[in-house]
Every structure is written in C-alpha cells, then in structure tokens.
C-alpha cells in the first residue's frame, strides 16, 4: 500500500511538474510581450468577477445541502453547510482530493449521517458538474472550432446519448457508478435512489452556474485591461470551464494546479495573444484561490460555533 501511495504521489509530482514547466517556458518565451502590456485595471470588473465567483461557490454549498435534505431524513442548516463545505475546500491543494470529503465524514458523523450518504452526495454532485461543464464545453468547439471539424460533432451527440442516459437511467447508471468508485478508492457507498425531477433540476442548476463560472473569467479578462470580442468571450468561458474540469479530473494534481493552467493556455492560444494565454490563467488561480479563502475563513468561523461543544444542541435545532 505504501509503495502505491508512493507511486501515486510521484504521478501527480511528475504531472504538475510537466504542466508548469510547459506553462513557465511559454511565459519566459512571450515575457517581453508580457512586460510591454499595458494594464488598465478596471476594479469594477475585478470586483464583479470576484462576486460572482463567491456567489457561484455559496450556490453549490446550497446545493450540497439541498441533496442532503432530498436523500437523507437529516437536516443541515445553511450555515453548518457553509461551515462543512468551505472549510473542507480548503483541503482541495493537498494531494489525493479525497480529503475535504474525509473531512465532511467525520463532521457529519456527529449529526448522525454516515459516511455513505456523505459520499454518494458529493458524487453525484461531482458527475453533475462534469456533465454541465463538457456539455457546455463542447457546444463551444462545435460552434466556434476554426477547422469546423465534423469530429467535434460526432462527440457532442455521443455524449448527448451518454448525458440523457444518465439523466432518464439514473438508477442503472449510477448503481454502476457506485460499484466503480468503490473498486477505485475501496470505499462502500450505499446507492440511494434520487428522482429524475430532481437530476433534472440540478443539471440545469448546475449548467447556469458553470456558465456564470465561465463568465468570471471574461470580467476578469475586461479587469485586466484585455480588449474581448464577441467571439473571445466564449473562448475565454469556455477555456476556464474545460481546464477546471480536467484540472478536477487528475485527482493527483493538489487543486489542479499546473494543469488547469497548462490547459487554459493552450485553449486560449487560439485567441493569437500570448499575454491573455499566460496572464489571465495566473489571475484565475489567484481569484480562486481568494475566494476560497474568503469562504474557508467564514466556514471555520461557524465550524468553531456549531463543532465547539457550546450550544451545539441548540445550534443543531435551528435552520437557516
């Protein structure tokens, strides 16, 4: 098991190690282009980026608590949901990503809730969100791939057979799901049926708030002092989108770190502005990385009310 770990460990340092060392070199390469660029920082834009990606993480701390509610008789108030999920986030930089959930584990054992359930929660809300995020990344290179190719195409209605399955079979689907994970991490998660209202409501939730993740790294690119077209827009979303979805997916990678940023400047080269493919990947992972903080820093302030001891049996009984 230890050599596993090891060799797992050593995956992961060899991957961002690649990824930033590709993403360096393009930034030592283009750096006087870099430093001839003008920053016309626009605070109004920044701050509205940064609101934005705030509210969007407060969205999926409700959501996360919604689920509960739907498939667990145990309810979490709102503000213990902020104070679970945001300070377990911050565990997202270590190494592994099974960390925040090991966290939430042990939080809501004391409510009574197993680990099970804590599980299967964060991994249908993890399928979720890769399915809302490579729907909408693939309706960008559909609509905006500069080669047109027909290959793009064929995918999209692929994983449109793949994306409906999952929504109208969700009980086969996930059931099989499940059995997966456990092989993978040799962990049981207990299968709880969820109804198809209630997957379709929460794809088309989670489509709205991956589209307005994207969104903040346009403002972010206007806050920088980037001159956007129509076009670049959609580029730019999309770009920030698809590189936080397979900076997610390689689970040996602390908080996608490298890798995002290796994906963004490839997706954005296409633009033909290195300064943008090499400026606005470093200022996402700062945005990010603030609001997680801010977030974190908040939760942990209602982590020590509701996990102190004091008033704990009152503080469980009220709901936000």
Request: aromatic share 16%; hydrophobic share 55%.
């Amino acid at each position: 098991m230890k050599s596993k770990s090891l060799i797992k460990y050593v995956i992961g340092f060899l991957i961002v190690a690649g990824a930033s060392y590709f993403f360096i070199r393009e930034f030592y390469a283009n750096y006087d282009s870099i430093s001839k660029f003008d920053f016309k920082i626009n605070w109004f834009y920044l701050l509205v980026s940064q609101f934005l990606l705030i509210l969007v993480s407060i969205a999926g701390t409700y959501f996360w608590q919604w689920l509960l509610k739907i498939i667990t008789s145990q309810q979490i108030s709102f503000r213990e949901s902020l104070a679970i999920v945001n300070t377990s986030q911050l565990t997202k930089y270590l190494p592994g990503k099974v960390w925040s959930y090991a966290f939430q584990m042990m939080l809501l054992s004391k409510k009574g809730i197993p680990k099970t359930v804590v599980l299967y929660a964060n991994l249908f809300l993890t399928v979720t969100s890769l399915f809302a995020s490579a729907l909408l990344g693939l309706l960008y290179f559909i609509c905006f791939s500069p080669d047109q190719n027909k290959l793009w195409l064929s995918l999209f209605f692929v994983f449109l057979i793949i994306y409906f399955g999952f929504i109208f079979l969700n009980q086969p689907c996930l059931k099989l799901l499940v059995k997966i994970v456990q092989k993978l991490f040799k962990k049981t998660i207990n299968y709880t049926h969820i109804d198809v209202k209630w997957i379709i409501i929460f794809q088309l939730v989670y489509l709205l708030a991956n589209a307005i993740f994207g969104i903040t790294g346009y403002l972010l690119a206007l806050g920088l002092g980037f001159t956007v077209s129509v076009q670049d827009i959609f580029a730019v979303a999309a770009s920030l989108i698809i590189a936080d979805m397979i900076g997610f997916i390689v689970l040996i990678a602390p908080g996608g770190l490298g890798v995002r940023e290796g994906i963004m400047l490839a997706l954005l080269g296409v633009l033909g502005d290195k300064s943008i493919a090499l400026i606005l990947p470093i200022g996402t992972r700062i945005e990010g990385m603030i609001s997680d903080l801010l977030l974190g820093g908040v939760g942990f302030i209602f982590l020590k009310k509701y996990y102190s001891g004091k008033d704990n049996q009152v503080n469980n009984k009220k709901l936000v």
